[in-house]
């Protein structure tokens, strides 16, 4: 994606498009799977481990991105390709290796429904499989 492109997913998410803010996009979705914090950090060499938590938090303000926890027990970030703040059409099942250590995004598995009890308001979810990737099974 250019510039541009990313700069109005930003809008489209209530987010200004600052040079830090779409670097990170850039980056994040540049990525085969979900980034940790400490693979932004070697990604982004021009930015500080602040800035890069900064624009993150912003970024889970206005659901511009996955955060999957699990797996090696840290969080990781995935950007959204939701071209909406308030309904995430892009949530999907993630996959963490046991062995390689590596999370996959299962794009053609959509997250099952969840019904919930009276009351209840779902905010999100995170659908998390564990196992060897095909790799990993040879």
Known sequence: METQTYAKLLEEHGVKPTANRIIIARTLAA???PMSMKDLENAIV???KSSIFRVLTVFREHNMVHVIEGGDGGAKYELCLSHNDEVDDD???HFYCEKCHRT???YDQPL???TLPEGYLL???????RGLCPE???
């Open 31 to 33: 990525k085969a799977g």
């Open 46 to 48: 021009s930015m500080d």
């Open 91 to 93: 949530e999907h099942v």
């Open 104 to 106: 996959f995004c299962l």
């Open 112 to 114: 099952p429904e969840a």
């Open 123 to 129: 905010t999100s979810a995170n659908y998390f499989l």
């Open 136 to 138: 990993c099974r040879k």
